[in-house]
């Protein structure tokens, strides 16, 4: 099955072969065929197709790539928020609450509140969707989070360090043994990431250093939360450990810039976080400037960003960030996929997947330009199309 969409008025490929970041071409057209790009060029030479899409002069751009979430949980944490925005700080410690809904939650909730919020985020341009557990915490609720999340999703993270719970509060070092023994032995075979908090209030980085030699030994790779409280050892550890990418970044050294650039690890931004807590933003800009790979990810979890919408993250990131909208819309694409050691997804080029978002403006500056406006139009994953109403319904 071969599909042609014609009539593109701006196609960003983000091919790296490109003159300009994101490989913009227009009065272009490609065809998908089982699933893959399979041609890129002038509308004008368009080859015949089984099927046609016309795009009507608007914008096409790759499937957005979240590389960091946080969808297996129960509950509500509404009123945290609106603490904080009344004025009371952030702290990381409102994850138990959400830990102990989530416990007491039955698989079928859960399953329900991963398909509802992995729609969201389809609807809204996201083709390819990381998903952490974390908000279990034993051996046998971390097991089940990533089962659930795994229906969803190849990109699943086991992240039972996120904090130590309650049960384990007066011996941490008995929590690590429980996360890098029993409970990575059951996480395992439904992982593909292993992931640590490391954070004041939750490890420190001896603690995630061997959390996270245990994963590799397990055959997962690596990544990290990491300076989003303030400056601190995690972003040099990821760039020592080479893990393929350190989320957060809120709070950054020269030194902690330089590593980065350096290593080649991904700096992952979150700016729902900051939105959402109003802690300072991260430089986008300054670590652009450096030479570091940055992507751009949602963070959606229940307590410090519970938005499902990279156009938001986006158009913040144009805001608050020092990002150019061509910047932002890379890094919540091929910047996404870099996070996620993935080749195939975060671009339009020939054999990469037919995953691609059609916005209702003529260019992907309109993200950034109309912030908060449903702009986006179809979504196609492996070349299937499915228009952003029909997925709300």
Not at 226 to 250: K, R, S
Request: proline share 5%; aromatic share 4%.
């Amino acid at each position: 099955m071969s599909i042609l969409v014609t009539d593109i008025g701006e196609l960003v490929t983000n091919d790296p072969a490109a003159d300009d970041l994101l490989g913009v071409r227009t009065d272009a057209a490609l065809v998908i065929e089982d699933g893959l790009v399979a041609w890129i060029g002038d509308a004008a030479a368009a080859p015949a197709a089984d099927e046609r899409v016309d795009a009507r002069g608007r914008a096409v751009l790759p499937g957005f790539v979240d590389s960091h979430s946080h969808l297996v949980f129960a509950g509500d944490r509404a009123a945290e928020f609106d603490a904080r925005m009344a004025g009371q700080p952030y702290a990381a410690g409102g994850i138990r609450t959400t830990v102990a809904a989530t416990r007491a939650a039955t698989d079928e909730v859960l399953r329900a509140n991963v398909v509802r919020l992995v729609t969201e985020m389809h609807r809204q341009g996201s083709t390819t969707v990381e998903i952490k557990s974390g908000y279990g915490l034993t051996v046998a609720d971390e097991a089940r989070a990533l089962r659930i999340a795994r229906e969803s999703t190849p990109e699943t993270t086991f992240l039972g360090a996120h904090v130590v719970p309650a049960e384990y509060a007066e011996d941490p070092a008995g929590y690590v043994a429980l996360v890098t023994g029993p409970m990575l032995a059951a996480a395992a075979p439904h992982a593909r990431w292993i992931d640590v908090f490391c954070e004041r209030g939750a490890f420190d980085d001896d603690q995630a250093r061997a959390v996270l030699a245990a994963g590799a030994a397990a055959g997962l790779r690596g990544r990290l939360h990491a300076n989003q409280l303030g400056e601190g050892p995690g972003v040099q550890l990821a760039a020592e450990l080479g893990l393929t990418a350190v989320d957060h970044c809120t709070y950054l050294s020269d030194l902690d810039v330089a590593a980065l650039r350096e290593s080649g690890t991904v700096a992952t931004l979150l700016p729902g976080v900051e939105f959402s807590t109003r802690q300072p933003y991260p430089s986008g800009r300054r670590l652009l400037d450096a030479g570091v790979t940055v992507a751009l990810a949602s963070d959606c979890n229940p307590g410090s960003s519970y938005t499902s919408s990279l156009p938001f993250c986006i158009a913040l990131a144009v805001r608050e960030m020092g990002m150019t909208t061509a910047e932002a819309v890379h890094a919540a694409t091929a910047g996404g996929a870099a996070a996620l050691g993935r080749t195939d997804v975060g671009r339009l080029t020939v054999g990469a997947r037919g995953d691609l978002v059609l916005l209702d403006a003529p260019s992907h500056r309109h993200l950034a330009y109309r912030p908060g406006v449903p702009l986006v139009a179809e979504v196609a994953s492996e070349g299937a199309f499915r228009t952003a109403r029909t997925l709300a319904e």
